[in-house]
């Protein structure tokens, strides 16, 4: 089974800090997503990752940025973390270029911000 | 632009009984669509995904139906349980990216 973890569960920060989202896949997916998702606005695409070292933005790239070091982990970034990015964080993985592949979700980490 | 719309936002039925859920899109040059199940305060779950050349997928108490031409997939739960009780999501996949629709939440009640 593919497992798609994520560093945390919940998480509270202040405004103006620096906060680093953590996702890992064991499945050894090329594609690596980062989703938000909030009341009445659904899922919305933040980043994603087709291979190592390669990014691509999203619908709401903004205040985000992404790192992909290791063909496993993929980091979502908020450089300086404000009260409307508190929403719930969904990382996401996928098999190869083919656009035809499933999409394999994490948990999901809560950030509030305060 | 690709849209995806869900209906009904919320449903609740008793136990046992068979549903529909709906799934419909604007466009209809889609790879394929993904029905997700959400409970509260989780991430999503796979339950079934249909490539755009397949008309159903099923598994277990769960079928999934996709006509492309007319922009539809519906997702049929049989025999429901209180345990089924959770948010829905359909998701296509088309020349860009994932793009979702807002979900059903289905309440089952005992």
């Known amino acids: 089974d593919v497992k798609v973890t994520q560093s945390s569960r919940y998480l509270v920060k202040r405004t103006g800090e620096k906060v680093f989202l953590e996702c890992v896949q064991d499945m050894d997916h090329e594609n690596m997503f980062w989703y938000r998702q909030d009341p009445g606005l659904g899922l919305r695409l933040i980043y994603f990752s087709y291979d190592v070292k390669m990014k691509e933005k999203g619908d709401i790239p903004e205040g985000y940025s992404v790192s992909r070091e290791k063909k496993e982990r993929f980091s979502l970034i908020l450089e300086s973390a404000s009260t409307n990015q508190t929403s719930m964080y969904l990382c996401a993985s996928s098999l190869g270029a083919s656009r035809s592949y499933e999409q394999y979700f994490g948990p999901g980490t809560r950030l509030t911000v305060t | 632009k690709q849209e995806v719309t869900q209906i009904p936002a919320a449903l609740s039925v008793p136990e046992g009984e068979n549903l529909v859920l709906n799934c419909s899109f604007t466009d209809s040059a889609i790879y394929n669509l993904q029905w997700f199940r959400q409970d509260p305060g989780k991430g999503l779950t796979s339950l079934l995904l249909?490539?755009?050349?397949?008309r159903e997928q099923t598994s277990g108490r769960l079928n999934a139906s996709l006509d492309k031409s007319s922009g539809r997939s519906t997702l049929y739960i049989a025999a429901s349980q209180p345990g089924d009780s959770a948010t829905y999501l359909c998701a296509v996949r088309g020349l860009g990216k994932l793009i979702f629709g807002q979900g059903t939440e289905l309440s089952v009640k005992p």
């Open positions: 249909i490539q755009s050349s397949q």
